[in-house]
Each structure stands twice: as structure tokens, then as C-alpha cells.
């Protein structure tokens, strides 16, 4: 089954220095997006990045797309402590319905 | 600015009770999403809704499960007979098309 796996699982810095984190999925994708979780909250929609795009840029954030290589990157430059979050990709199953399949999350923890 | 919102925000319930888990949806979206999220694990796909029928469901979604939009603004999540593996957050989402969702907070559902 289609899956999006971010690496890496967790990611440590310090403030104002960048983040990146990845993710490599298994089928072909219509689009790909990016979300943060704060703990134990909901899902915050980032960044939607369509197969036909390679780069896109909102704000601090910046998201590749590879469909070659199935993967994806996401970097936030000048991290702030209040970016502390999860983070996830996610890919819509291409099947013709509305199904979104998220990855097990980079956890990030950015120190003041 | 309009959000999604839940109810009730944590529901305790014994095994083999049924559920019903309230969402109200952004007002102008037309798709409409369930997901879980097990403790400490990634967020899944539980079932697609959209035009007043499921659009795409998961494995996970059984027969124990069922949806419903009673009227135009409510979105129920109804489980039947909970078992313990069911205690989870769940989410509801909605999305003015097929791609960017909005979450909602969560209901945290323990089973007991």
C-alpha cells in the first residue's frame, strides 16, 4: 500500500538554524502535502505541492518534489522555537476517490 | 476565521458501547474526512465523504463503523460496538476540494 515515510523520525537544532526534513512515498501521486501536529492537537494543512511541480516556497518553507525518485523535502529556514512540532507528509491515494495517507511524522524540537 | 470544529472533546466509553463522534465541518466545504490517530503513532485514513456518500474508505473502516451527514452541517462518526483497540484521537477534516483539509481538534476516545 501507498505510504509516506519521513526521515529523519526526529530532529533536534537550534534556534535560527535550518530544518529539513524528507519524505519517500511508494506509488504514484497526484499531489503530496505537508502538515505539522502540535502535541496533541490537530493537523495544520502547510504546503500543497502538485506531480507536475518540483519546487514551491511559502514563507520559511520550502518543499521539493522528486516523483523520479518519489520523495520529498520540506526545509524551514530560521527555525524558531515555536516551530517545535511534528511534522508530516502526505499523499493522496491516486485512485480516483479522496484518500490521504500521512507517514509516521519527523518530530521537531527546536531549542531557544 | 471559520474552523472545524468537535464533539465532545474526550468521550469515555466502556467496550461494546456504541459511539458517536460530532463534527462540524467548515460551512461552504463539500468533502468531508474521518482519520485516527493511536497514541504516539502516525494519523490514518479512515473514510472519504463527499456528494452525501463515502467517497473512499480504509481497511480499517468495517462494518463497526459508519458516517453520516443528518443535516447539511453536522458530520457523525459512529462506532458500534468499541473495542479497546478503538481508543485513539479522531479526527474530522473537511476541504472545499479534494486536496488541502482542514482538521479539526480531536476527540479523544478511551475505551475501557
Known amino acids: 500500500s501507498q505510504q509516506g515515510e519521513e526521515d529523519p523520525q526526529a530532529l533536534s537544532i537550534q534556534e535560527g538554524e535550518n530544518a529539513t526534513m524528507n519524505c519517500s512515498y511508494k506509488t504514484s501521486i497526484n499531489n503530496l502535502q505537508w502538515y505539522r501536529q502540535n502535541s496533541g492537537r490537530g493537523l495544520v494543512h502547510l504546503i500543497l505541492?502538485?506531480?507536475?511541480?518540483r519546487e514551491k516556497h511559502s514563507g520559511r518553507l520550502r518543499v521539493t518534489l522528486d516523483t523520479s525518485k518519489k520523495s520529498s523535502s520540506l526545509l524551514i529556514t530560521a527555525s524558531r522555537a515555536a516551530d517545535t512540532a511534528s511534522y508530516f507528509c502526505a499523499t493522496d491515494g491516486n485512485t480516483g476517490g479522496f484518500k490521504t495517507i500521512f507517514g509516521a511524522g519527523t518530530r521537531l524540537f527546536v531549542k531557544a | 476565521e471559520p474552523e472545524v470544529t468537535q464533539t465532545p472533546s474526550h468521550q469515555v466509553t466502556q467496550m461494546g458501547q456504541e459511539v458517536i463522534l460530532r463534527c462540524v465541518p467548515i460551512s461552504n466545504h463539500l468533502y468531508f474526512y474521518w482519520y485516527r490517530q493511536i497514541l504516539g503513532q502516525k494519523v490514518e485514513f479512515l473514510v472519504s465523504?463527499?456528494?452525501?456518500?463515502?467517497?473512499?474508505k480504509s481497511e480499517i473502516f468495517d462494518d463497526q463503523f459508519s458516517v453520516e451527514r443528518p443535516d447539511g452541517s453536522n458530520f457523525t462518526l459512529k462506532i458500534r460496538s468499541t473495542k479497546l483497540e478503538d481508543s485513539a484521537m479522531y479526527f474530522c477534516a473537511s476541504g472545499i476540494s479534494g486536496y488541502e483539509q482542514y482538521f479539526g481538534p480531536g476527540t479523544r476516545l478511551t475505551v475501557t
Open positions: 465523504f463527499y456528494n452525501n456518500e463515502i467517497s473512499e
Open positions: 505541492i502538485r506531480s507536475n511541480e
